[in-house]
């Protein structure tokens, strides 16, 4: 990617002894929840979307073919383009309120770039029932308007924003998958934050809460 011109990722040196990998240090400031004010601005957010897309372009050249990738949040339709799938607040590192670069590329896979961008929404506007909002830290805002700010930061066209409800209701359903099969596979980790934040009621409500809010999300991409 840096041949390509994108800085906005840590860059690899090495990997140790017991098999953790080393990068280079990125100064800034990396929210976690409850999320600080400054990062739920939407400066913040359409910094984040510009980000992605600078990603996004950078890999378009990058063949992916023949590599193994994580197919935890992998795009279920696939795709060619090396796609993040975890953008959220405390995964990106900002600088006087800029995001400057994405972290943690665990769930990093080829898919369309649309999906890649349905996460970052799913996580930054966020998508999410108002209880599970408060419970991060998210403070009251027009979630329609939020989205349509991350279209417009990211530069989706019109085909774009007519595939980005239908990409957000596939980000929804694969995390939810996700979080089962490593509940299942009894990943101590997965089994408490489960417990912790509501089980499967917790994604239940995530989905009603979208598809009760859909038509105003829908008439902002407009």
Request: overall charge negative; proline content about 8%.
């Amino acid at each position: 990617m840096r041949t390509s011109g994108f800085e906005g990722a840590p860059y690899p040196v090495g990997i140790d002894e017991d098999g953790r990998e080393r990068l280079v240090f990125i100064d800034g400031e990396v929210p976690v929840p409850p999320y600080p004010d400054w990062s739920q601005s939407d400066t913040a957010l359409a910094s984040i979307a510009r980000l992605l897309r600078g990603l996004h372009d950078a890999a378009r050249g990058f063949d992916p073919r023949g590599l193994t990738w994580s197919d935890g949040l992998a795009d279920p339709a696939g795709g060619t383009v090396v796609c993040h799938n975890d953008v959220e607040p405390s995964n990106v590192v900002f600088r006087d309120g800029i995001a400057v670069a994405l972290l943690d590329f665990e769930f990093a896979a080829p898919g369309r770039p649309v999906y890649d961008l349905a996460h970052l929404a799913r996580l930054c506007v966020p998508i999410d029932d108002d209880f599970d909002q408060a419970r991060l830290g998210w403070l009251p805002a027009d979630r329609p308007a939020r989205l349509r700010l991350v279209a417009d930061a990211y530069g989706l066209d019109r085909d774009g924003r007519a595939a980005l409800l239908p990409a957000m209701d596939d980000a929804i359903d694969r995390i939810e998958a996700a979080a089962r099969r490593s509940v299942d596979a009894g990943d101590p980790n997965s089994v408490e934050m489960w417990n912790r934040t509501g089980g499967s009621e917790r994604y239940a409500r995530r989905r009603r809460w979208w598809n009760d809010h859909l038509d105003p999300f829908a008439a902002a991409l407009l």
